[in-house]
């Protein structure tokens, strides 16, 4: 419609004659309201025309999200302080994800911070629902942060009190990955757990040594916050011979502990 438009392009001027002249705020049943147009282009003064015209914050798109999240993801932060006092928290948590996510997801730290300032929870989880979109399953924002490599915004939630070890894929174990020595310092600072096991590739001992084994300073860095060393050294299968069946059928190889 011609108010999304001038709504998504941020024009205000435009957006007040449509609105004298009687357009809607709301488009259809799947768009919903015009201010998820606004949210997208992030003026702060077409957010608040449309809010005194009836747009409702807490109607979701059809994906579930709301304008809140909108503008987090986009980094507009004159927005998001108009869209915070107006966002009920119901609404947010039927929507199965924090704007915290989006925020740490689109990589903005002062976004993160407006609302971590608001009151939001920086270990509000996603939804299972959500989750499946991902791979990986993850759950929290700290785990958006850290896969950006962002240390700006994994500071500010880990300081905020972010949860290390919630993850299906340890947020350690992504740093590690990306060899980023101060994200993983802070990481192991605020209690990341160096002897977690990956669920995917599983081995018997913990899964950082994989990462950190052709790194010294990585390697330094978990044994010094308690890498159970023992573990390589322990077969599960203890002394005797093993026959390793795998490939072509009737292939084995034998070796001993």
Request: charged letters at 15%; a negative charge.
């Amino acid at each position: 419609t011609p108010l999304a438009l001038a709504s998504q392009n941020g024009h205000l001027n435009v957006a007040e004659v449509l609105l004298e002249k009687g357009a809607r705020v709301w488009c259809d049943s799947e768009s919903g309201s015009i201010l998820f147009d606004a949210a997208a282009s992030g003026n702060p003064d077409v957010i608040s025309l449309l809010l005194d015209h009836g747009a409702d914050p807490n109607a979701p798109l059809y994906g579930g999200q709301l304008p809140l999240h909108r503008v987090a993801y986009h980094g507009h932060i004159l927005a998001l302080e108009h869209l915070i006092p107006v966002t009920e928290l119901d609404a947010v948590k039927q929507s199965g994800m924090s704007p915290l996510h989006s925020a740490a997801a689109g990589g903005h730290a002062h976004c993160v911070e407006a609302l971590l300032k608001a009151g939001y929870d920086p270990n509000f989880m996603l939804h299972p629902r959500v989750r499946r979109d991902y791979a990986d399953e993850r759950r929290s924002a700290l785990f958006f942060a850290v896969s950006n490599n962002d240390l700006q915004c994994a500071r500010l939630l880990l300081e905020a009190g972010a949860m290390v070890n919630q993850d299906p894929v340890n947020c350690l174990q992504v740093a590690l990955r990306q060899g980023n020595y101060e994200l993983i310092n802070n990481l192991l600072k605020f209690g990341a757990n160096v002897n977690y096991y990956s669920r995917v590739n599983t081995t018997h001992f913990p899964s950082a040594l994989q990462h950190a084994l052709n790194d010294e300073v990585m390697l330094r860095m978990i044994l010094n916050h308690g890498y159970d060393v023992k573990r390589c050294f322990e077969c599960p299968y203890g002394d005797g011979s093993i026959i390793c069946h795998y490939g072509t059928q009737g292939c084995a190889t034998q070796f001993s502990c």
